[in-house]
T-cell receptor, first 115, second 113 residues
Framework: KAGVTQTPRYLIKTRGQQVTLSCSPISGHRSVSWYQQTPGQGLQFLFEYFSETQRNKGNFPGRFSGRQFSNSRSEMNVSTLELGDSALYLC??????????????FGEGSRLTVL | GNSVTQMEGPVTLSEEAFLTINCTYTATGYPSLFWYVQYPGEGLQLLLKATKADDKGSNKGFEATYRKETTSFHLEKGSVQVSDSAVYFCALMIYNQGGKLIFGQGTELSVKP
């Protein structure tokens, strides 16, 4: 069974640009979550999608957005990039609906560097 | 609010030493508790979990017991190996907030031969 796939794995952008990251969950998983990992702030929850609807959202500015498609694949977008957005962005999927006791399966992440 | 506090690292041990990584939490609901591990250059992997008080999670020789009275979920292993070198994260998830893990800051473990 294929794991969570994130693309691209590495990317470099400049300040002011925007970026879109993609996540394909494990087949059959309907919940997709996104996390930002930085040395200073650690792992922080961005948002979670289930059945194309955002169910939970973390404390990030509106520049960070996401969506989920009918096949459960998800994308997140960061607009007007800032240097502080440099981070490893991790996607995780779960089944069934994520009632709070289930395991999240993480991808290897997309490492974003903002110059 | 909900939060997780882990002992700071890095922790350096010799092979076959006993490992304890402390984790305490604050939660307003009924959390499930997790330990995740991150090996260099990789994403997170679930190591073990416990979903209610007094549950013991175990995997690959690691254990942790959900202690509601002390709001703790300490990770232990009796004999560490070089291959256990990684960053360990304690995390909680509140019931009905599936997909939202609240992580501790992580503890880097280095095991020397």
């Amino acid at each position: 069974k294929a794991g969570v796939t994130q693309t691209p794995r590495y990317l470099i952008k400049t300040r002011g640009q925007q970026v879109t990251l993609s996540c394909s969950p494990i087949s059959g998983h309907r919940s997709v979550s996104w996390y930002q990992q930085t040395p200073g702030q650690g792992l922080q929850f961005l948002f979670e999608y289930f059945s194309e609807t955002q169910r939970n959202k973390g404390n990030f500015p509106g520049r960070f957005s996401g969506r989920q498609f009918s096949n459960s694949r998800s994308e997140m977008n960061v607009s007007t990039l800032e240097l502080g957005d440099s981070a490893l962005y991790l996607c995780a999927s779960s089944f069934p609906a994520g009632t709070g006791t289930g395991e999240l399966f993480f991808g290897e992440g997309s490492r974003l560097t903002v110059l | 609010g909900n939060s997780v506090t882990q002992m700071e690292g890095p922790v350096t041990l010799s092979e076959e030493a006993f490992l304890t990584i402390n984790c305490t939490y604050t939660a307003t609901g009924y959390p499930s508790l997790f330990w995740y591990v991150q090996y260099p250059g990789e994403g997170l992997q679930l190591l073990l979990k416990a979903t209610k008080a007094d549950d013991k999670g175990s995997n690959k020789g690691f254990e942790a017991t959900y202690r509601k009275e002390t709001t703790s979920f300490h990770l232990e292993k009796g004999s560490v190996q070089v291959s256990d070198s990684a960053v360990y994260f304690c995390a909680l998830m509140i019931y009905n907030q599936g997909g939202k893990l609240i992580f501790g800051q992580g503890t880097e473990l280095s095991v020397k031969p």
